[in-house]
């Protein structure tokens, strides 16, 4: 299988993936597990620094990149959490800084995850998110400086 | 059990007093009727509502007459000379009188309306606090607080120099009356302690508290949020200085609340904010303040808010606090031993007098979790700190799931409520 290329590609395999599930338990399952899936980060990374304000549960988020090329390790005590997190990831990673910045994340509503957060759960992955473009932006600033 | 201690009966007493039967399930559905949110589906479930400690819900009893009031009443207080502010006045003040009377105060002049525990609480810090306190003073507070009985404290003490002091709370969730006792000293100028813990449900030992600062002439005020909706408060009886409540949690309107105090204490202290309704006469040289209790209620008051809370009290009277009380210790005790037969799961506050609150872990699993699988049951219950970050701390976990029972739940919501945490612990090992 080729691996997909894109934002967009990503989220919508995502998408189909989510389609197979019609009971909610086993979609919540299935984001606990690829949570458990989720690549560590390193402990230097483990601060308040690098916490996510926000969040009821804590997360942590460790930016990597090379050039253009990003990508992101994340952590949280909280697995439902941590599946979400691993979802974005999944989707995010690896992407050019630039589309990045101009993702829109719609997957999100089409996984029909949104839509069973709490208000205060929606709030973290939208802190998360935001740190994410502000991370992609500080790079885009500096290569545009580079060049 | 004692409505006024929450002191439950052991069997042998219980073998010697009235038998503590469970309430007939029929009562317990008419009581249910009058309460509209109940009856609705939560993600295709019927909602079970067990979040009551966060706030309660609102008989029809309480909605009528906030609805009365704005159709037909509506009218600033105090001030007009026309027929409907005079209703209006007449209704707010009838309801300061079914307040006092509620909570066995001497008159209406030490009932002062605020938003509720929150600003009741702020408003002794600022006025009585900041007239009393001289540096090197001390407040003394227990480790089981909500944030609103430590950040009002820690701003006075800050800002008069004092210093909070903080009673010790054991493994079992209960106030450590030793260590409470060896704090209090000719430094201290004010106790203020929960009546009952909104995190773990602990009813504390308030005679014995109120008793042993007044051996030294210290005042005391009680923070009675989550006491007065479970037992039969009289602030006479129990001789405490202040006590502040909040309507919400007893099935009255969000927005309103109650601090009593002493008059003889109240008549001394300064207005806390200034405005419209507290004066006397203002001149640009100076102002004097209006009587008691008016002196403390600055702009106009949250009108509806106090005839709602009156109906909430009434509302109560009618079911009465035995009926609430067996229902809730059925409801506790029923809780608590199903939740335990769950594999990993801890409870966490195992004070003897507790009141409808149940505080959990399901092992390793974060709270913000399970609750949000609860969720999906249809079951509503609170995830978290509970406002109590320095409890939690000192009991060493993130937080807890807090199940906390109203009178109008069933047992079989908390059938519901053992077989979703059992499915949600499956879900998260």
Not at chain 1, 17 to 37: A, C, N, R, S, T
Not at chain 2, 239 to 250: A, R, W
Not at chain 2, 323 to 348: F, K, N, P
Request: some cysteine.
């Amino acid at each position: 299988m080729t691996a997909p290329t894109t934002i967009l590609s990503r989220a919508q395999s995502l998408v189909e993936e989510f389609e197979l599930f019609d009971d909610w338990m086993d979609k919540y399952q299935y984001v606990i597990d690829l949570g458990k899936e989720l690549e560590p980060i390193d402990d230097a990374f483990r601060t308040e620094t690098h916490k996510i304000q926000g969040c009821q549960s804590q997360v942590w988020l460790q930016p990597c990149s090379q050039g253009r090329d990003i990508w992101f390790k994340a952590d949280s005590d909280a697995q439902i959490t941590k599946g979400l997190i691993a979802i974005l990831l999944r989707v995010l990673n690896h992407s050019d800084v630039s589309e990045i910045l101009q993702s829109e994340l719609s997957f999100l509503e089409e996984l029909e995850l949104k839509e069973h957060l709490s208000p205060t759960r929606k709030n973290g992955l939208d802190a998360m998110i935001k740190q994410i473009k502000l991370y992609a932006a500080a790079i885009q600033a500096s290569d545009s400086i580079r060049s | 059990m004692d409505t006024k201690t929450g002191h439950i009966e052991t069997e042998q007493e219980k073998s010697h007093g009235e038998i503590s039967k469970p309430i007939d399930a029929a009562v317990i559905d008419r009581i249910r009727a009058d309460f509209p949110t109940l009856h609705q589906r939560v993600h295709g479930h019927p909602l079970a509502y067990l979040d009551n400690a966060a706030t309660s819900q609102k008989p029809h009893a309480v909605l009528e007459a906030i609805e009365m009031y704005y159709r037909k009443d509506n009218s600033n207080v105090h001030r007009g000379v026309h027929t409907l502010s005079q209703r209006a006045t007449d209704a707010y003040e009838l309801a300061r009188k079914q307040i006092a009377e509620f909570i066995g105060a001497g008159s209406t002049r030490e009932i002062i309306f605020t938003r509720g525990t929150t600003e009741s609480i702020n408003l002794v810090a600022s006025s009585l606090g900041g007239m009393i306190l001289q540096p090197g003073d001390e407040i003394l507070i227990s480790a089981m607080e909500h944030h609103s009985n430590i950040v009002p404290w820690q701003l006075i003490c800050s800002k008069m120099g004092a210093v909070l002091q903080v009673a010790h709370v054991t493994e079992d969730g209960e106030l450590d009356i030793q260590d409470f006792r060896s704090k209090l000293s000719k430094k201290t100028k004010l106790v203020a302690i929960t009546h009952v813990s909104n995190s773990l449900g602990t009813i504390n030992p308030v005679e014995q508290i109120i008793a042993d600062a007044h051996a030294l002439n210290i005042p005391v005020l009680l923070d009675g949020a989550q006491a007065v909706p479970h037992l039969q408060v009289d602030v006479r009886d129990l001789g405490v200085d202040f006590y502040c409540l909040s309507s919400h949690k007893l099935f009255g309107p969000t927005g309103f609340g109650i601090l009593y105090g002493k008059e003889s204490i109240l008549d001394r202290m300064p207005p806390y904010q200034g405005g419209g309704d507290m004066i006397d006469q203002v001149d640009f040289s100076g102002t004097t303040f209006n009587e008691l209790p008016h002196k403390f209620e600055a702009g106009t008051p949250h009108i509806a808010g106090a005839i709602g809370f009156a109906a909430a009290l009434q509302y109560v009277e009618k079911v009465g606090f035995d009926v609430i009380q067996r229902q809730e210790a059925d409801l506790l005790a029923y809780a608590t031993e199903g939740l335990s037969s769950i594999s990993g799961l801890r409870i966490v506050g195992q004070a003897q007098e507790k009141a409808s609150v149940l505080s959990f872990l399901v092992g390793k699993s974060h709270p913000y979790d399970v609750g949000s699988i609860l969720d999906r049951f249809g079951i509503a219950v609170r995830t978290g700190h509970h406002c109590t970050q320095p409890l939690m701390k000192l009991l060493g976990v993130p937080g807890t799931v807090r199940a906390s029972f109203a009178f109008y739940n069933t047992r079989s919501e908390v059938d519901r409520l053992v077989e979703a945490v059992g499915q949600a612990g499956a879900m998260l090992a």
